[in-house]
Each structure stands twice: as structure tokens, then as C-alpha cells.
């Protein structure tokens, strides 16, 4: 007799692919999730190998425009990033897969859902949270923190081991052990050899970016990428012949979301952009080591991060900087995303954004990202004759004393009272003397 029905967050790996056979042993009916938020992923051989395992039923959910529009954009517009280095690419996918999968369990009449996350990593702490705020009654199987299944595998190694014994397929193998998680912005790297910190992550491990040294393009790859309010909304490409009149290529313009992500992505690919190794302050406490791609985001909040420093107001942006980008990266880093303080800051944005409107060139070269320039034909606090060293263009350069002297008082009473200090202080040792 079935103990009820689970949905579980399945992507076809080797974790929950073994957790779907191990459900099935404990009696559950199962249906798998998978979420299409852009990995390259042949979904149609991940859907045979649920159904060979035992899925009751396989529901794949296309998320990519939701991920990008909802997820990603808004990630650009606050320049979204955690501990200095990391883009945010899985925190910021959770949420979508969360509440998509929690619709499709409420579709299927399943009385709980269940993930392959482990017990100490931050993914289970961004699913569950998810969930509960979603469907506050629903329940939760973790194998990963169940004593039965953790006692049973303690690690990949077994899983490889019971995923041959069943017949289970599985691209992950020991000579390659570390997992993967990918999405249209990123992919993730990590365990196995990985754990080692100071161990060097093997060329062939990643997967999306050509080597930046040994296999891009040997010329530059211009581009132009158009904001609105914040938002990427066109990308001009130089695409074909340049025409024997004026010796200049035909320009290809991309403004649908989901393509734009993905030409920006194609590029930035093409010329090893986006890399990174770090060591990271995982929410649980732990520290984990990461190796991250992301390829067209990183050129994205590159790009955005530019024009502002050409529209947007000195004092809006340090707010912006200070609290919003701050606050918003750690929310999503940490699960927090359906949150009533992630809703606030998610309305902040918008009012920080209304004047990032413009357009900047852009160069994509051997791993670097570089800014050519850039333009806007609606936003003027650039005034090129006022900040011109070679003429006055309305600023009279005496304004500037008074200027200096009202903020010297201060430093001023400061450098007195260390004067007097230093006094003090040689009278005293001479005194000692």
C-alpha cells in the first residue's frame, strides 16, 4: 500500500536519481519535477531514466523567461553580489524551481515534496523555506538529514555504488567526482577533489567557457547592450560581411529577454568570461569551496554598474550600494527570497533606477570584459564642458576655496588636537628622562 504521493525535485543526476529509487523502496509514489531554467540538459533521457527508475509521472516545467525577467534583471539592477565575487547564480534560481515545484505537487495531490539537497550546504535551507512560505502545510523529505539514508550513504562514492548495482545511469563518475549544478546564467562546481581548497580544478571541469588563454578567439567581439530603467532591453551585434560601400558589418539586433540573455551569454562563452574559484561563508556556518561560471551575467552587471556611473545621482547610488545591493545579495544568498524584507527591497529597486536608461559598447576579448564606451540620449547629470580641464563651462574654479575651506574646518580641529597631543606626549617622556 502507498505510504501517499511525493514530488520530488529531480534534475536526472546521480543524488536524486538514487533518492527517487530509495523513495520507491520506502513506499512512496513519486512524481519527478524538473525545472528547464536553462541548463544543457537533454530532458527527454532524463524524463525515460524517472520513468525507468519508477516515477508515477515526470512534469518538466520551461522557467527560463520567468528566471531571467524575474530573477536575473532585477540582480543587474541592484548589481547583485555576494561576498565581493559570486554572481548569486544558484540562490538565484531557487526560487523560481521552489515555487513551480510546489505548483505542480498542489497540481498532483502530493502530500510532500522532497529535494537531493545535502545537510550542509545552503540549497536545502533555499528550497524549504521556499516551500513552507509557498504552502505553509505542506511536508518536507530530506534524505539527506534522515538518519536511514545518510547511515546507508555516506557519500557519493556509495551512491556510485548503489546507482551501478540498480542499473541507474549517471554522468558523474569517480574519475571525475565532484557535482554540478547549471542554469542559463551559471554552473556551479563542486565537492569530490574540489573540497581541497588549494587543489587546481581540472581544465576539462568546465563546462560552459572556452579557456580564456588557450582556445577563445584570437580577436575582440564588439557589442552594444541598451538599459531601461536598469533593465537590459537590446543588444546590438555585429553580424555578418561589412558591406563594400562603407566597410562596416550589418548590425543584428536582439531585444526578446530570453535571447538576449542567451547571445550575451554565447559571447562572454566564446572568450572564457566569467570564471571564478572562491572560498565562501556558506548560511549554515560552514565554509565551502566554489568554482563558478557565469559567462553573460557577469558582462551584464559589468555593463549596468558602467552606465550608472554616468546617470545615476552620486547619493541614490550609495544608498542603492549601501543598503539594497547589500541586503538583497545576502536575502538571496541566504533562502530568504519569499520574505516579507525581500518584497521591500524587491519595490526599492525600481525608484533607484529610473534615470539608468543608455547605452554601452562593449568589448569581449581572451577573459576580459572591457567597457569602450557609453552614451545616453535621455539622462544629462554628465556635463563634459563642466568637468573639462580645459575649459571653465559655467564652473568657476574659485567657488572651489570656499568649498575646501568648509571642509577643512573639521580636519582642521582634528590636526590641532593631535598637535596637542603629540606635545603632551614628548613633554612627558622628557619628563620620564
Not at 78 to 101: F, H, K
Not at 163 to 180: C, L, N
Not at 306 to 315: A, I, K, P, Q
Request: aromatic residues 8%; negative net charge; contains cysteine.
Amino acid at each position: 500500500m502507498s505510504k501517499g504521493k511525493v514530488c520530488l525535485a529531480y534534475s536526472g543526476g546521480l543524488d536524486t536519481s538514487c533518492i527517487l529509487a530509495w523513495l520507491l523502496e520506502q513506499g512512496y509514489e513519486v512524481v519527478c519535477f524538473m525545472a528547464d531554467v536553462g541548463q544543457e540538459e537533454d530532458f527527454d533521457a532524463a524524463k525515460e531514466k524517472a520513468v525507468k527508475i519508477g516515477a508515477v509521472k515526470v512534469v518538466v516545467e520551461d522557467l527560463r523567461r520567468e528566471f531571467i525577467e524575474e530573477h536575473c534583471f532585477p540582480a543587474v539592477q541592484c548589481n547583485a553580489i555576494y561576498e565581493g565575487v559570486y554572481l548569486l547564480g544558484t540562490a538565484l534560481a531557487r526560487p523560481v524551481i521552489a515555487r513551480a515545484q510546489i505548483a505542480v505537487a498542489q497540481r498532483e495531490d502530493c502530500f510532500a515534496v522532497s529535494h537531493g539537497c545535502t545537510g550542509k550546504g545552503n540549497d536545502q535551507v533555499r528550497f524549504e523555506l521556499g516551500y513552507y512560505a509557498l504552502q505553509p502545510s505542506i511536508r518536507v523529505i530530506a534524505p539527506w538529514r534522515l538518519p536511514d539514508f545518510y547511515r546507508r550513504f555516506g557519500g557519493r562514492e556509495d551512491l556510485l555504488a548503489y546507482a551501478a548495482q540498480a542499473g541507474i545511469a549517471v554522468s558523474q563518475t569517480k574519475a571525475k567526482p565532484w557535482s554540478m549544478d547549471e542554469n542559463v546564467a551559471h554552473c556551479s562546481y563542486e565537492a569530490g577533489i574540489l573540497e581541497d581548497p588549494d587543489t587546481t580544478p581540472p581544465a576539462s571541469m568546465w563546462k560552459l567557457t572556452a579557456d580564456a588563454v588557450t582556445a577563445a578567439p584570437g580577436a575582440p567581439e564588439d557589442f552594444v547592450l541598451h538599459f531601461a530603467q536598469g533593465i537590459p532591453v537590446r543588444l546590438d551585434l555585429d553580424d555578418g560581411p561589412r558591406t563594400e560601400e562603407t566597410g562596416q558589418r550589418t548590425t543584428k539586433t536582439v531585444t526578446d529577454a530570453v535571447d538576449l540573455f542567451l547571445a550575451v551569454n554565447a559571447i562572454a562563452r566564446r572568450h572564457g568570461i566569467g570564471r571564478i574559484d572562491i572560498v565562501e561563508n556558506r548560511f549554515i556556518g560552514l565554509k565551502s569551496r566554489g568554482c563558478y561560471e557565469t559567462p553573460g551575467l557577469s558582462c551584464l552587471r559589468a555593463a549596468h554598474m558602467d552606465l550608472e556611473g554616468l546617470v545615476l545621482d552620486r547619493e541614490v547610488r550609495a544608498l542603492r550600494d549601501q543598503f539594497i545591493t547589500v541586503h538583497y545579495s545576502k536575502i538571496l544568498y541566504n533562502g530568504l527570497y519569499f520574505s516579507p524584507e525581500r518584497a521591500f527591497l524587491t519595490a526599492a529597486i525600481p525608484a533607484s533606477q529610473t534615470t539608468v536608461n543608455g547605452q554601452v559598447r562593449c568589448r569581449a576579448f581572451k577573459g576580459s570584459f572591457s567597457i569602450l564606451g557609453r552614451s545616453s540620449a535621455t539622462e544629462s547629470l554628465y556635463d563634459a564642458d563642466a568637468s573639462s580641464m580645459d575649459q571653465l563651462g559655467g564652473f568657476e574654479p574659485v567657488d572651489a576655496t570656499g568649498f575646501i575651506a568648509v571642509q577643512a574646518i573639521r580636519l582642521k580641529q582634528w590636526g590641532l588636537a593631535e598637535e596637542k597631543r603629540a606635545t603632551e606626549k614628548r613633554a612627558a617622556e622628557g619628563g620620564r628622562g
